[in-house]
C-alpha cells in the first residue's frame, strides 16, 4: 500500500513537471490545482499586452494588493500590439488595446469574445459605449470606427460583429478620451481655436503629427475640413480618391517644411513638446499633463471642429481558459470597480464605469475634472505631484462638454491597405 | 591515392560541418522563407500562400508612369544610397586616419594596443545610447545651439541640426567608424615596414608611398571596413528613424512600416530588393580586391 502510493505520487509528480515544462506556466498552474496546499501558492499571473499609455505601476501595485493578481506589462506601440496579436497569440493573456484595432483582431480569431453576463459592472458602462450617447441621451459623432459598432460578436466564435447588443463582448471598455492637439501657449502666444492651425505656415518647421496611419491621417482628415478644402461622408472610412486628396495636402505641407518631426509613442511625443522643438502637434491628454508636470507650459487645446476620440478596453487572448480565464474576469471585474476608474480620470482619461469612479473621487476632483467646474483645492497627479492650482478649470470643460462634442473616431476603412500604402509615400516624400 | 584521400576529405567536411550547419540553418533557410514569403498574397490579418507578384508591383506602383519624374521607392533608394555613401566616405576618411595613425605613428605595441582598445570604449553603452544623446546636444534649444547663440555666432537656433540629414549622417559616422579602424588598422599592421623604408630610401615623397604602398596593400582592410558599414547602413531604420524625426525615407524605414501594418508580404519583397541591392554593391567591392587571397 504504503509502496503503491509513493509510486503514484511520483509518477504523478513526474507528469506534471513534464506538463509544466511542455507546455509552460498557464498549463503547468493550471495542472497543479488538483491539490489544494499547492494551489493556495500558485501565483496568479496575467501576463498583460498594451501601449504605455495605460500600463501604470500604481495600478498593478494595486490590483495585485486588492485581488493577489500580478499583473505582468509587455509594452509596445500601437502598431506592435496588433502585431503580436495576429502573430503570437500565446504570448499573452489580457490585451489592451482600442476598438478601431478590433477590425483587424477579429478576423484573425485570436481573440476571445467575453461574456457580458460575467462583467458586473457591464449593465453600467457608460451608454457612450453601449449606445453612442451621453447620459444626458445626446448623440456623439460616429464617423470612424466607433466603439458601438464593434462592441458586439454575433456568437461566441464568430468573426463578424453584431449589430445589436449580444451577450457576446469583443473588448470590454476601460478608458476614452476626446483627443484635439496639444500646443505650448507660452511660444505661440495667441489663442488657437481650429484644427486649420496645425497646416498653418505660421508654425512651419515647429508642427508635429503621430505617425500611426491608421490615427494620424484622422487629424489630417479633421485639419482638412477645417480649411475648407473638402467635406468628407465619413472621416473613418474614406474612398482612394479621399484618401488621395488627405496625403496630398499633408505631403505637401511636408514638403514646405511644416514637420519638425514625427511620433510613434508617447514619450516621443513628450519630449519633443517638452524640448519646444514643435509647439503645435497630434498629443494624447496624459502627454500634456506628462509636459505640464515638468513645468513646461503645454495645453490639451479644444477646437471649434471637435475632438477626434478614442477607446480602448479589455479582452482575452484565445489561448487562455480555466483559472486564467477566471482571473482575467476577476482582472476586469476589478478594474472596472472603480479605483482604477478613478486613477485614470486623474490622469486626465475617462473611465468606463462613471458611477464606481465616482465613488472613489473626492467631490471636488470630480467637479474639476468631470463636471468642468473650478477646481476648489489643488488638483494633484496620481503620483501625488501638483497638476493645477485651486481655481483652475479643465481644458475643454466637463465630460459632456468633450465627449459631446465629438466629431470622429479612431478608425481602420475600407481601404487601409491602399491608405498604410500612400501614408508610406507621405513619409518618404 | 583515393583510399587515403577519401578519409582525409571526411575530415575536411567534418571540420566544415558545423559551420556549414548554422549557416544553413541560421542564414539560408531563413532567407529561402523571406524569398517565398515575398511571393505570398495578404490581408488585414493574414499571409495567404498562393503566389503572387502583389508585393513588388506594388512596390514600384506607379513608377513607370511618373517617369521622368521618380517615383517614392525610387527616391527612397537614391535618398538611401546617397546617406550609404556619405556615411561610408566620412567613417572610410576618419577610420583610414585613425587606423594609419595607430598603424606607423604609434611605435610601441604595447600603446597600439592600448589606443585601439580606447577606440572601443563607445561600444561599451548600446547603440540606442549613444544616439540619442546626440538629441539633446543638437536640439533647437540644445546645448550646441544654445552656446552658439550666446557666442553670438548665430542670432537663431539653427534648424538643421536635429531632425536632418546632418543629424543621420553625423549619428551613424559615430557608430560606424570603429567598424572601419579595426579591419584597415588589422591589414596596415601587417605591412612590412622595410617596404616604407625602401619607398623612402627611393625617393618616394610621404603621398607617393601612401598611394603606391599603404593603401594598395591596405586594400582588403578597406575592403572588409566598407563591406561592414554599407551592409549596416544600407539596412538600417532606427538611426535614421530617431535621427532623421522619422522623416526621412530609407530603405529599412518602407519594410519597418510595411510589417507594421502587418503587410508581411510586401515587407519580405522590399526585404529582397533591399537585399539584392546591397548584394551588387558587395559584388562590386569584392571584384576590387580578392578578400579571400589577401586575408
Request: glycine residues 8%; hydrophobic residues 45%.
Amino acid at each position: 500500500m504504503t509502496e503503491d502510493t509513493t509510486k503514484s505520487g511520483l509518477s504523478r509528480r513526474t507528469l506534471l513537471k513534464g506538463a509544466a515544462a511542455g507546455a509552460g506556466l498557464a498549463a503547468g498552474s493550471g495542472a497543479i490545482t488538483g491539490f489544494p496546499y499547492v494551489m493556495s501558492q500558485e501565483a496568479k499571473v496575467l501576463r498583460y499586452l498594451g501601449t504605455a499609455v495605460n500600463a501604470g505601476d500604481e495600478i498593478s501595485k494595486k490590483c495585485l494588493a486588492d485581488t493577489g493578481i500580478k499583473i505582468e506589462y509587455i509594452t509596445v506601440t500601437t502598431d506592435d500590439v496588433t502585431k503580436r496579436v495576429v502573430t503570437q497569440p500565446n504570448s499573452f493573456d489580457v490585451l489592451d488595446t482600442e476598438y478601431f484595432s478590433l477590425k483587424k483582431l477579429v478576423p484573425s480569431g485570436n481573440i476571445l469574445a467575453l461574456d457580458a453576463k460575467k462583467i458586473k459592472e457591464f449593465n453600467n458602462i457608460t451608454p457612450v459605449f453601449t449606445k453612442g450617447q451621453l447620459p444626458s441621451g445626446k448623440k456623439i459623432g460616429d464617423q470612424g470606427t466607433a466603439p458601438w459598432k464593434v462592441l458586439y460578436l454575433e456568437g461566441k466564435d464568430s468573426k463578424t460583429f453584431a449589430k445589436s447588443p449580444t451577450e457576446f463582448v469583443t473588448l470590454i471598455p476601460t478608458v476614452y478620451n476626446a483627443d484635439t492637439l496639444g500646443i505650448r501657449p507660452d511660444l505661440i502666444k495667441r489663442p488657437i481655436s481650429s484644427w486649420a492651425e496645425l497646416l498653418n505656415p505660421e508654425f512651419k518647421g515647429k508642427a508635429s503629427i503621430l505617425n500611426i496611419p491608421s490615427i494620424g491621417i484622422m487629424d489630417a482628415a479633421m485639419v482638412v475640413e477645417a480649411t475648407g478644402q473638402y467635406k468628407y461622408a465619413d472621416k473613418g472610412n474614406m474612398t482612394k480618391a479621399e484618401i488621395d486628396l488627405t496625403m496630398k495636402i499633408l505631403t505637401e505641407a511636408k514638403k514646405s517644411g511644416q514637420f519638425r518631426a514625427f511620433w510613434k509613442d508617447f514619450n516621443e511625443s513628450v519630449n519633443l513638446m517638452a524640448s519646444g522643438e514643435t509647439v503645435i502637434q497630434s498629443m494624447w491628454s496624459p502627454a500634456v499633463t506628462k509636459v505640464r508636470s515638468m513645468g513646461i507650459p503645454c495645453v490639451f487645446q479644444p477646437l471649434k471642429e471637435g475632438y477626434r476620440s478614442w477607446a480602448s478596453g479589455f479582452c482575452v487572448s484565445k489561448g487562455v481558459s480555466g483559472k486564467k480565464l477566471e482571473w482575467a474576469y476577476e482582472f476586469v471585474n476589478w478594474f472596472l470597480s472603480g479605483w482604477a476608474g478613478a486613477y485614470l480620470n486623474r490622469q486626465g482619461y475617462y473611465s468606463a464605469v462613471l458611477s464606481t469612479a465616482k465613488a472613489n473621487m473626492e467631490p471636488y476632483e470630480w467637479a474639476y475634472w468631470m463636471e468642468g467646474k473650478a477646481a476648489e483645492k489643488d488638483i494633484k497627479a496620481p503620483d501625488g505631484s501638483l497638476l493645477e492650482k485651486a481655481g483652475a478649470i479643465r481644458d475643454g470643460g466637463s465630460y459632456d462638454d468633450r465627449m459631446g462634442s465629438v466629431a470622429c473616431w479612431n478608425a481602420v476603412m475600407d481601404e487601409n491597405d491602399y491608405m498604410v500604402r500612400k501614408w508610406n509615400e507621405f513619409i518618404a516624400a | 591515392m583515393a583510399l587515403r584521400d577519401k578519409p582525409s576529405q571526411f575530415v575536411a567536411w567534418l571540420q566544415a560541418g558545423p559551420m556549414m550547419l548554422v549557416f544553413l540553418v541560421f542564414f539560408l533557410v531563413p532567407l529561402a522563407f523571406v524569398i517565398i514569403v515575398s511571393f505570398w498574397d495578404y490581408n488585414e490579418y493574414e499571409m495567404i500562400p498562393s503566389f503572387t507578384t502583389r508585393g513588388y508591383v506594388e512596390t514600384f506602383e506607379g513608377c513607370l508612369a511618373q517617369l521622368p519624374d521618380l517615383c517614392t521607392i525610387l527616391k527612397t533608394y537614391l535618398k538611401t544610397l546617397k546617406l550609404c555613401f556619405l556615411v561610408w566616405l566620412i567613417t572610410l576618411v576618419i577610420g583610414f586616419t585613425v587606423a594609419y595613425f595607430l598603424a606607423f605613428h604609434i611605435r610601441s605595441k604595447t600603446w597600439q594596443i592600448a589606443l585601439s582598445l580606447i577606440c572601443t570604449i563607445p561600444f561599451w553603452t548600446s547603440n540606442v545610447i549613444r544616439m540619442i544623446a546626440w538629441i539633446p546636444l543638437l536640439g533647437r534649444n540644445g546645448l550646441v545651439n544654445s552656446g552658439l547663440v550666446k557666442a553670438g555666432v548665430i542670432d537663431k537656433p539653427l534648424e538643421w541640426l536635429l531632425y536632418s540629414e546632418f543629424a543621420v549622417v553625423l549619428a551613424l559616422v559615430h557608430l560606424f567608424t570603429f567598424f572601419m579602424v579595426v579591419p584597415i588598422f588589422n591589414s596596415m599592421i601587417r605591412i612590412d615596414k622595410r617596404l616604407i623604408e625602401a619607398a623612402y630610401d627611393a625617393g618616394a615623397t610621404g603621398f607617393q608611398t601612401l598611394t603606391n604602398v599603404i593603401i594598395p596593400l591596405a586594400k582588403p582592410g578597406i575592403v572588409i571596413g566598407s563591406i561592414f558599414v554599407i551592409t549596416i547602413v544600407m539596412g538600417d531604420f532606427v538611426t535614421i528613424g530617431v535621427m532623421g524625426g522619422q522623416q526621412i525615407a530609407a530603405a529599412g524605414k518602407i519594410i519597418e512600416t510595411r510589417l507594421n501594418a502587418l503587410q508581411f508580404p510586401a515587407a519580405a519583397a522590399n526585404a529582397v530588393i533591399l537585399l539584392g541591392i546591397t548584394f551588387m554593391i558587395i559584388a562590386m567591392l569584392s571584384r576590387l580586391v580578392d578578400v579571400r587571397k589577401e586575408l
